[in-house]
């Protein structure tokens, strides 16, 4: 298992941009897939964006394919989620999530470790 800690969600307004950044703990990160989540009030947690063990493979979905992108760095057990041009729909907890394989996964039940959500907020 590795433990996760999600920062830099905010408040921003449409149009604007934020980072946000998931530290891992251990000795293993580049043995996860790492992926972002994000759930909105009333709603169900979705896939936003995935990176394999080293950043080599990337997906994101059409719905932020263009705006957001995901990057690690294995060197500092980190991976980072830029959202650009954000949307008001884009509002939401983000969690970052770690998969233990080399692939890309998208599937929830396929991430076995979870960071605690960090909030955005996008004002229109």
């Known amino acids: 298992q590795v433990q996760l800690v999600e920062s830099g969600g905010g408040l921003v307004q449409a149009g604007g941009s934020l980072r946000l950044s998931c530290a891992a703990s251990?000795?293993?990160?580049?043995?996860?897939?790492m992926g972002w989540f994000r759930q909105a009030p009333g709603k169900e947690r979705e896939f936003v964006a995935a990176a394999s063990w080293n950043g080599g493979s990337t997906y994101l979905p059409d719905s932020v394919k263009g705006r957001f992108t995901i990057s690690r760095d294995n060197a500092k057990n980190t991976v980072y989620l830029q959202m650009n041009s954000l949307k008001p729909e884009d509002t939401a907890v983000y969690f970052c999530?770690?998969?233990?394989?080399?692939?890309?996964?998208?599937?929830?039940?396929?991430?076995?470790?979870w960071g605690p959500g960090t909030q955005v907020t996008i004002s229109s």
């Open positions: 999530a770690a998969a233990r394989s080399t692939m890309i996964e998208t599937v929830i039940s396929h991430f076995g470790s």
């Open positions: 251990g000795r293993t990160f580049s043995s996860y897939t």
